[in-house]
């Protein structure tokens, strides 16, 4: 039983660009989480998917966008890169609607030069 | 959600128990307490999680005090393995309303000495 997987692993972008990072649920699961984990900081909530719609937003600005496909299936999209968008960005994949655990990836890590 | 509290760093001896405190003196009836861990270069991997009795599974157990104010997330043979960053986390329920964006700390590192 395959879990949450992530791609690429490794990313590196110069300031401007933009990127999509790409995210398969944990099977079994509907709803995807995106977090962004800076340096020796804990991970920060970006949004939530499901049923294919943004049903919940951390602080993050509008640069970062997201989708979910009817698979289960999420990607998070990130214009206008900033050097401090450098980060490990996680997905996490759980089923809505009971108190089980989110299940994470190992995560795409986004270097900006 | 309720905010938690731990001790940046602890060591432990590998084979004895590793003992995690996390404090939640503000958390409501309606929340949950879980654990996660993160290992270097690895995203968080779920522990345990606990309303108010006491649970156990085959990685950890989980004692919430009575006035669930804080909880102790138990390692019962810590091995060199489970050097890692430790996170509680408290979460609304999903029968209280609860969303599912979990609020991370920046937890405890524990170290396990040879």
């Known amino acids: 039983d395959a879990g949450v997987t992530q791609s690429p692993t490794h990313l590196i972008k110069t300031r401007g660009q933009q990127v999509t990072l790409r995210c398969s649920p944990k099977s079994g699961h509907d709803t995807v989480s995106w977090y962004q984990q800076a340096l020796g900081q804990g991970p920060q909530f970006i949004f939530q998917?499901?049923?294919?719609?943004?049903?919940q937003r951390g602080n993050f600005p509008d640069r970062f966008s997201g989708h979910q496909f009817p698979n289960y299936s999420s990607e998070l999209n990130v214009n206008a890169l900033l050097l401090g968008d450098s980060a490990l960005y996680l997905c996490a994949s759980s089923q809505r609607g009971t108190n089980q655990p989110q299940h994470f990836g190992d995560g795409t890590r986004l270097s900006i030069l | 959600d309720a905010k938690t509290t731990q001790p940046p760093s602890m060591d432990c001896a590998e084979g004895r128990a590793a003992n995690l405190p996390c404090n939640h003196s503000t958390i409501s009836g309606n929340e949950y307490v879980y654990w996660y861990r993160q290992i270097h270069s690895q995203g968080p991997q779920y522990i345990i999680h606990?309303?108010?009795n006491n649970e156990t599974n085959e990685m950890a157990s989980l004692i919430i005090t009575e006035d669930r104010k804080s909880s102790t997330l138990i390692l019962p043979h810590a091995t060199l393995r489970d050097t890692a960053v430790y996170y509680c986390i408290v979460r609304v329920g999903y029968s209280g309303g609860g969303a599912d964006g979990l609020t991370f700390g920046k937890g405890t590192h524990l170290i396990i000495q040879p």
């Open positions: 998917y499901y049923e294919e719609e943004e049903r």
């Open positions: 606990g309303l108010k």
